[in-house]
């Protein structure tokens, strides 16, 4: 229950910083910040009372839902590739344009 | 089952091939012929079967939808390499690679595997939107990028939610528990997924990065992504609607989008970003008539093949004209484009306006066969907008100095055009109706009328910025959680 808590204020954290901030960078963060909420999220689904990691060889007894595990290290990849890629576009903008101000690399050109 | 899986897995293999190889565009053409094999093989269908059997496969169904989609995808990916097939670089690669990724998009059932085949599909599209590294383009594609990003997180969470409290990711097996939305959990669930699926299917108030990416796309993107990759968001509505009981929810983001991006189009003066906001705006059939559901549930599916055809024809007439002239304003295209490129812009305009003897009026048919009053009133003001927004293309349609464009793609979409509508008054009742072709051409007339009285008319329109579009993606989420709550 706490580490869903913690998940939502992640994503709502990542979400004011991604609308609050000017700078691209900035947003970013705030974006993946929002990511991992949603990633810590699955994590938490996966939880039972009383269960070990969800691990081949750790003994017997009640495992973690291995499933959302599964999702999570795709959801993971995902959100790195698009970090990447975004932080390439990030760098061709100050390169063009030489700001990373979102008011300024609006205005029309 | 297999032989779609086969398509899908051969068409990615050649894309990545195509990086190796030259010409690049060959595998394109081997991609293209690998899935239209494919696509003759598993045609009319398949029942859902799982991948890797046993409970833990991958749902995979070969639905009217997954049918639609792959014989536009690969029509208008054909259309594009005629185009574009000068271009060199990883272009061509990652273009086969997007078109595979939507394929595969679409015949999946399970809520996990559309998450990672729309993010593989907003990936791709994002390295193509900027392309050509123009400024304007990357940063149209930056938004595109964060706007995907945020839909896809509230999708995320909507997953954690309904397995958590259903236990099963296959969409068909959600549908058949029949629990309903009465379970708050799983209303909130659904209404983060549709949500997050909104977002990534560029509508209206909840994905506002579709008319600046679209836009300034180079021309065969542009091309690709309103006729193919905006229907993948579609798509995944169409499969969260059959497993969830949330068509009033979609009947009204349909009215909303319908609208919405009618008002923005009718002042926008880029003809690109023209283009994109009547994409959104045509939307809105789409999704009013997966809303509905029952007969309207075959006419949103033509609806959406229809669009994809004349809408790629529109831009891809556009961005020929905008490649001959070096000129991106309606105003100042008038009198310039070749004539290969005003047939072009000509044949998608009469399409989109609904005329007979094309594509649009034979989906529009199908949509508008068995609506309520009320219903059909919605989309005959929707057609009329529509019309009015086509009058403002009449100008350009008056063809200049000799071009330079080869006009190979714009000759496959206007005969495939012609083709779905011949089909359409083949196999589609009451097309021949005086009274349907009285209304098609009242519809047009109607709004020619609209635009010469909107003509002088300008309304402060407030301008998209990201910031807006990220806290109205955010409160419309909201909104459609806390509606799909009331409606549960």
Redesign the interface.
């Known amino acids: 229950m706490a580490a869903c808590a913690l998940a939502i204020a992640l994503v709502g954290l990542g979400f004011w910083t991604l609308i609050r901030r000017r700078n691209v960078i900035w947003k970013l963060l705030g974006l993946n910040v929002a990511a991992g909420g949603a990633i810590l999220f699955l994590v938490a689904i996966a939880h039972r009372p009383g269960a070990h990691p969800a691990i081949v060889g750790l003994g017997p007894g009640p495992t973690a839902d291995p499933l959302p595990h599964a999702l999570v290290l795709t959801a993971i990849v995902i959100h790195f590739a698009t970090l990447a890629l975004s932080l390439v576009y990030v760098i061709v903008l100050t390169e063009r344009r030489h700001s990373q101000d979102v008011h300024k690399l609006e205005e029309d050109r | 089952m297999t032989l779609a899986i086969g398509g899908v897995v051969l068409y990615l293999a050649l894309g990545v091939i195509g990086f190796l190889v030259r010409p690049q565009w060959i595998c394109g053409v081997l991609a293209i012929l690998a899935g239209s094999v494919s696509l003759a093989l598993w045609a009319p269908g398949f029942p859902e079967e799982a991948l890797g059997g046993g409970g833990w496969g991958i749902p995979v169904a070969g639905d009217p939808w997954a049918l639609g989609m792959w014989a536009l995808a690969l029509v208008v990916h054909g259309a594009v390499l005629l185009h574009e097939r000068a271009r060199p670089g990883a272009f061509h690669p990652v273009l086969t690679l997007l078109v595979g990724s939507c394929l595969a998009a679409v015949v999946s059932g399970d809520l996990?595997n559309l998450?990672?085949t729309l993010?593989?599909v907003?990936?791709l599209s994002?390295?193509l939107v900027?392309y050509e590294?123009q400024?304007?383009a990357?940063?149209a594609?930056?938004q595109y990028?964060?706007l995907a990003?945020?839909g896809m997180?509230l999708y995320?969470?909507g997953?954690?939610?309904v397995?958590?409290k259903l236990g099963t990711?296959s969409l068909s097996a959600i549908a058949a528990l029949g629990r309903g939305l009465s379970d708050p959990a799983v209303a909130i669930g659904a209404g983060l997924l549709v949500a997050g699926a909104a977002i990534k299917g560029g509508v209206f108030l909840f994905g506002l990065w579709l008319p600046p990416a679209h836009g300034y796309a180079p021309t065969g993107v542009s091309v690709v992504l309103s006729a193919v990759v905006v229907k993948t968001g579609v798509v995944a509505l169409a499969r969260l609607a059959a497993a969830f009981p949330v068509g009033p929810i979609l009947v009204a983001i349909g009215i909303l989008t319908g609208f919405g991006g009618l008002v923005y189009a009718l002042w926008e003066r880029d003809l690109k970003v023209f283009l994109a906001f009547s994409t959104v705006s045509q939307l809105g059939y789409i999704l009013i008539g997966l809303g509905l559901g029952g007969q309207a549930l075959l006419g949103a599916i033509l609806y959406a093949v229809a669009h994809g055809l004349f809408k790629g024809l529109l831009f891809l007439a556009a961005g020929q004209a905008i490649e001959e002239t070096g000129e991106r304003e309606i105003a100042s295209l008038v009198g310039r484009l070749s004539w290969p490129t005003a047939l072009g812009l000509a044949v998608g305009t009469w399409a989109i306006a609904g005329l007979p003897p094309l594509a649009g009026f034979a989906a529009k048919g199908a949509l508008t066969a068995d609506l309520s009053p009320m219903a059909r009133a919605v989309l005959g003001a929707l057609s009329v907008g529509t019309a009015a927004l086509c009058a403002r293309l009449i100008p350009l349609l008056r063809p200049g100095p000799k071009g330079t464009a080869s006009p190979g793609g714009v000759t496959v979409l206007i005969v495939s055009l012609v083709g779905f509508g011949l089909w359409g008054f083949l196999r589609l009742p009451g097309l021949l109706a005086p009274g349907k072709w009285a209304e098609a051409v009242g519809e047009a007339l109607g709004g020619y009328g609209l635009y010469l009285l909107l003509r002088r008319v300008r309304p402060p329109l407030p301008r998209i910025?990201?910031?807006r579009a990220?806290?109205l993606a955010?409160l419309g989420a909201t909104a459609l959680v806390a509606g799909i709550l009331l409606l549960g």
Request: hydrophobic share 55%.
């Open positions: 996990f998450y990672v993010e593989l907003s990936l994002f390295i900027g590294g400024p304007r990357v940063w594609g930056l990028l964060i990003t945020v997180t995320l969470l997953v954690g939610l397995y958590g990711l910025t990201l910031d990220t806290v955010l």
